[in-house]
């Protein structure tokens, strides 16, 4: 029979070479030999674990601490059992009495406690895992995983700066860590163009990476989202207008307001460049139903002043009016839709490691914070504005145009992703109900109150000034 140690060594050459089987094998004939090893079972463990067999690899674990209860690595290996049960309270407590065992700088278990409480991202669980991790980069300076940890928790803490610092160091370890090039190109503090530079090159050196593919269709995602948002509150300006421009000066300065949004074309013209070619038609092409709907919503806005010129004359003030309130709603109804087709296949999109912080800024696109909260405001306050003047059926047109362009906001967390399940994962369940309801009861009620106002008043909404 093979001594303990080779057999723990042949069975970590099978696990890094991806023989799961043949190390399981070898680690059962060993303990039907001799069951009361402790260094066979915790061996056991980690095998288990690798393959995902959480609930075996926990008794293995457990064993081995009822055999050796001071050995650090056996309490290291029972922690890892529990998180992968998604026991997170005992895994932390099992891994903080392994670090106890060990005297307290004891570098593999300070990583551990780091993971575990990163995962959780409660805010005071991530300011310990930021000194966890601290203290293990001081121990091994040299270890670029403990570098990519401690980069990921600065930026989970919002402080880009000190992340990209420690990407730096890391790279400078190992050029070729997948992580932390990835890291950085999705590091929000980075310009568009060198996120999606980095991204490439982790594709070329791993074209099979498929977290940097999700991230590459996240950077398409983001320059598309961008353009659309500025059509879209464009769209609203324009709605505004309809409140006290006079049809003839509304003729002449709405189609020049429309024809400025040309430089939109230029936004982020760098990062689209660095984009492979016939990405973005590839990407048009995976994703029509979005492409199309936000073609609609923009060509439903830009076409509205045109539709008021055809119209324009003796017959045609309130019929110009009737269809660009149509199409102004019509068009945030498309912005909406689009929103809603975007968060999808992102969503789907995202890697299936779901790192903590690919859900964290998955769910802060989906919250609408931002753009769409001042839009909702400036548009309340208009319409109130609006209301007391010679046409307050336009301050309906307003309520209703800003509010359905923020629907998708409501309808992406109540019915694309599963909300507690992702709030959860995403930020450790520390959002605030209360923000949920209160912002989707002020989409709501806009909406209501929109639709209300254009009912019980005229549909003539731009005063034409030559007839008085």
Partial sequence: MLGVEMVIDRSEAFLVTGRHERALALLSHALASDPDN????????????????????????QRAVDL?????????RLSAALAGSN????????????????GGAWTPGLYMLGCILFDQAEPTQLDEAEQVFRKAVELSPE???????????????QKGFDAEQQIDAGLAIDPFHTDLLLMRGTNPSKSADGRVKSLLGVLHLNPDEARARASLENE???????RHMVWWLLAVADAALLLWIPQAVYVLCVPALWIS???????????RKALPKGFVRRMDRKYAAATWTGWFSIAASVSIPFVVFALYGDHGSVAGNVAASTQLVTSSVAYSFYRWLVIRARHKSISPERNPNDLRNLLAEAQGAGAAIYVLFIAFGLARLGFHGAQPAAAGVVLLTASLGSAWWWITWNSVMPPHKLARAANGGTRKAWQTTAFSLLVLGMAVAGIV?????????VPDYQRR
Avoid: C, K
């Fill in 453 to 461: 106002i254009i009912a019980t008043h005229d549909f003539a909404l």
């Fill in 220 to 226: 398409y995602f983001r320059l598309r989202v961008r």
């Fill in 38 to 61: 402790a260094d066979l079972h915790g061996q056991m463990s980690r095998v288990l674990a690798s393959s995902e067999d959480w609930q075996r690899a926990l008794d293995s674990a």
């Fill in 68 to 76: 050796e209860p001071g050995e650090p690595w056996w309490w290291l």
């Fill in 87 to 102: 026991d997170m309270q005992n895994a932390e407590s099992a891994i903080r009495w392994g670090l106890t065992v060990a």
């Fill in 261 to 271: 949004l040309l430089f939109v074309a230029y936004t982020n013209f760098d990062a």
């Fill in 143 to 157: 270890n670029a995983d403990f570098r990519y940890m401690l980069a990921n928790t600065f930026a989970a803490r």
